[in-house]
């Protein structure tokens, strides 16, 4: 069972939270990865479900989520965050890293690289989001460390929807995925990466459209060895040795989020608070608007 009330004092730095934030449950596959990974690690999770998905909106809209919840997450004193959104990671990374004073993770990077070590065949696709594809993030981190390789995309933009939904293998699922991938089956391709954290809970779904043959580069657990990697090279890992605190927001549908959540991490969860976001926004104030209005402007 997950603890949500440890009263540790997490005195320094070092056992502050790593917080995370994606646009609803699809960031809870990076979670369940960061635990596996790094299991005495406190988590700050800030799920989005007010405003998913993000994947059909515009990038400036994109920016400003990022810039919102990553100020959420700071004012719970984490010491890194981790983009656990596909879509923000393609277009609101740079300035994530440029801006806050803490470092900023994406899943973009991870993906790529684990994609490449993984083809034989040199022929791989991606799947995400209409912003991530448009974004072309992926593509081009892997043409950067292997030029030689034919990258073939394709936006899946029900998939979102039926992950929050809780359809993970039934037969719309399956139908959806059929129709969105019939052309890799067609590209032969030998690795498919899973170019956002909600399509992992699908996995067994997209397996079954393109066999058993095809190897899943899951980005949610590629990132998550990556921050085990920076928080020991950086000397941020945790020296506490008690049970883990994971605290969970969400900005709407707390029981639904609940329900599927537990499904998926395989855990009972005493506590999922529900935020409200557009309170929290209005109490940043005209000063923390025109902050990112500015960064806005100058990313034009």
């Not at 397996?207 to 941020?236: H, P, W």
């Amino acid at each position: 069972m997950v603890s949500q009330d440890n009263t540790q004092n997490n005195n320094g730095p070092n056992n502050a939270s790593i917080g995370v934030f994606d646009s609803g449950i699809g960031g809870l596959t990076v979670v369940k990865h960061l635990r596996d990974l790094l299991p005495c690690e406190d988590i700050v999770y800030f799920g989005d479900t007010a405003r998913v998905p993000y994947g059909t909106k515009s990038e400036d809209v994109t920016k400003r989520f990022a810039f919102e919840n990553s100020h959420f997450l700071l004012e719970h004193d984490v010491k890194i965050i981790v983009v656990a959104c596909n879509t923000v990671a393609s277009t609101a990374i740079h300035l994530l890293e440029k801006h806050l004073e803490i470092p900023v993770i994406g899943v973009i990077q991870p993906g790529a690289e684990a994609c490449v070590k993984q083809t034989y065949k040199k022929k791989v696709g991606v799947i995400g989001t209409p912003a991530t594809i448009r974004s072309e993030s992926y593509s081009r981190k892997i043409l950067k460390l292997d030029h030689k390789i034919k990258v073939i995309d394709q936006a899946c933009p029900l998939f979102v929807p039926l992950v929050e939904e809780g359809f993970f293998e039934d037969k719309a699922a399956y139908l959806i995925a059929k129709r969105y991938l019939n052309k890799f089956i067609a590209e032969d391709i030998d690795t498919l990466i899973l170019g956002c954290t909600h399509y992992p809970m699908l996995r067994k779904t997209i397996q079954r459209v393109l066999g058993d043959n095809v190897a899943m580069v899951d980005s949610g657990r590629e990132t998550a060895k990556f921050v085990k990697q920076y928080l020991k090279e950086n000397n941020l890992a945790t020296s506490q040795t008690v049970k883990p605190r994971l605290k969970i927001y969400v900005s709407d549908l707390p029981h639904k989020f609940q329900q599927i959540a537990e499904r998926f991490l395989q855990n009972s969860l005493s506590h999922i608070e529900t935020i409200d976001f557009e309170q929290f926004l209005i109490n940043k104030g005209k000063d923390f608007r025109n902050y990112i209005n500015e960064i806005l402007v100058q990313d034009v």
